[in-house]
């Protein structure tokens, strides 16, 4: 079974800061690892999709790394802003039945 | 396009009662996923549909149901409202073939 774990659980930086998010994930045979933002109370936005074929993604200030050797993969915040402040989740397709896992999530607050 | 669209935002029911939720995916997606987000547990996957069938299923007993329909709208039920169904439930769409899932805003269910 899949788990995926995201540490730090929480996170407040200030304004400008560059930050990195980390997700592991315990079955390393997966095709493609997907970021996610989530503001409260709100659904998810896609930010990043890497496929398996893939070390890399960026997207502004946003860049995903994953390495499935380690069952690791970062995202990179560079000059974070308040507006960045949201829970951020990382998914995995498992194997067997289920469409996706989700990591535990990193609650990050960006501070004027 | 529009995004996907999820009805009622917010609903309070009580124990034993029971819910349908709706689900309109972004024009053209025919697949569908259902989740449910809850504190404790984080994001589960409960169902997926495409072209009218059930694809995947998640780790929920038979309480939650769902359907969808020829133009790809889902719905899913849940009977016997217990306290613990208390949750957001998030649907997401999808383009056959792809990974990436577009969600929606959500439904907050609240079970008294």
């Known amino acids: 079974k899949q788990e995926v774990t995201q540490i730090p659980a929480a996170l407040s930086v200030p304004e400008g800061e560059n930050l990195v998010l980390n997700c592991s994930f315990t079955?390393?045979?997966?095709?493609?690892l997907q970021w996610f933002r989530q503001d409260p109370g709100k659904g998810l936005t896609s930010l990043l999709l890497?496929?398996?074929?893939?070390r890399e993604q960026t997207s502004g200030r946003l860049n995903a790394s994953l390495d499935k050797s380690s069952g690791r993969s970062t995202l990179y915040i560079a000059a974070s802003q308040p507006g960045d402040s949201a829970t951020y989740l990382c998914?995995?397709?498992?194997?067997?039945?289920?469409?996706?896992?989700f990591g535990t999530g990193t609650k990050l607050q960006v501070i004027p | 396009k529009a995004g996907v669209t999820q009805t009622p935002r917010y609903l309070i029911k009580t124990r034993g009662q029971q819910v349908t939720l709706s689900c309109s995916p972004i024009?053209?997606?025919?697949?569908v996923s259902w989740y449910q987000q809850t504190p404790g547990q984080g994001l589960q996957f409960l169902f997926e549909?495409?072209?009218?069938?059930?694809?995947n299923k998640g780790n929920f007993p038979g309480r939650f149901s769902g359907r969808q329909f020829s133009n790809s709208r889902s719905e899913m039920n849940v009977s016997t409202l217990e306290l613990g169904d208390s949750a957001l439930y998030l649907c997401?769409?999808?383009?056959?073939?792809?990974?990436?899932?577009?969600f929606g805003p959500g439904t907050r269910l609240l079970v008294l």
């Open positions: 997401a769409s999808s383009l056959e073939g792809s990974e990436t899932q577009y």
């Open positions: 079955d390393s045979a997966i095709y493609n």
């Open positions: 890497i496929q398996s074929s893939q």
């Open positions: 998914a995995v397709p498992p194997g067997g039945y289920q469409k996706v896992t």
């Open positions: 024009s053209g997606h025919r697949s």
């Open positions: 549909y495409f072209s009218e069938t059930q694809r």
